[in-house]
């Protein structure tokens, strides 16, 4: 931008053209401004989401373990199970995130 403001101040463009590229050199920094905002956007639900996260994993962590199946918490928390081979299950969590659980045959 300074360039542009020095080669106007000596002659060496025409007011259109210094106007021209002032326009597109104001249409880039908006553009770059709203892609800064949605990085930021991304940032902070990618932050809340691993907050929410944690927060899951330590609620968990403080339930009293049990040998039964509950069907109704699987289902609020577990979105799809895909067999990859005869000893990993990859759990895909409805918060987005995919937990591999590797089976132990004794």
Same mark, same amino acid.
């Given at each position: 931008m300074l360039d542009l403001v020095r080669s106007k101040r000596i002659g060496n @463009?025409?007011? *259109?053209?210094?106007?021209?590229?002032?326009?597109? +050199?104001?249409?880039r920094i908006n553009e770059l401004s709203h892609k800064r905002d949605e990085l930021e956007q991304r940032s902070n639900?990618?932050?809340?989401?691993?907050?929410?996260?944690?927060?899951i994993i330590?609620?968990?962590?403080?339930?009293? @373990?049990t040998? *039964?199946?509950?069907?109704?918490?699987?289902?609020? +928390?577990?979105?799809?199970?895909?067999v990859r081979n005869n000893y990993t299950l990859d759990f895909h969590l409805k918060i987005?995130?995919?937990?591999?659980v590797i089976i132990v045959r004794h």
């Amino acid at each position: 931008m300074l360039d542009l403001v020095r080669s106007k101040r000596i002659g060496n @463009i025409t007011e *259109e053209e210094y106007n021209r590229r002032g326009s597109e +050199i104001e249409t880039r920094i908006n553009e770059l401004s709203h892609k800064r905002d949605e990085l930021e956007q991304r940032s902070n639900i990618a932050k809340l989401t691993k907050k929410r996260v944690g927060d899951i994993i330590d609620l968990i962590n403080k339930i009293d @373990i049990t040998t *039964e199946f509950d069907g109704e918490i699987f289902k609020s +928390i577990v979105d799809t199970v895909v067999v990859r081979n005869n000893y990993t299950l990859d759990f895909h969590l409805k918060i987005g995130l995919t937990e591999s659980v590797i089976i132990v045959r004794h």
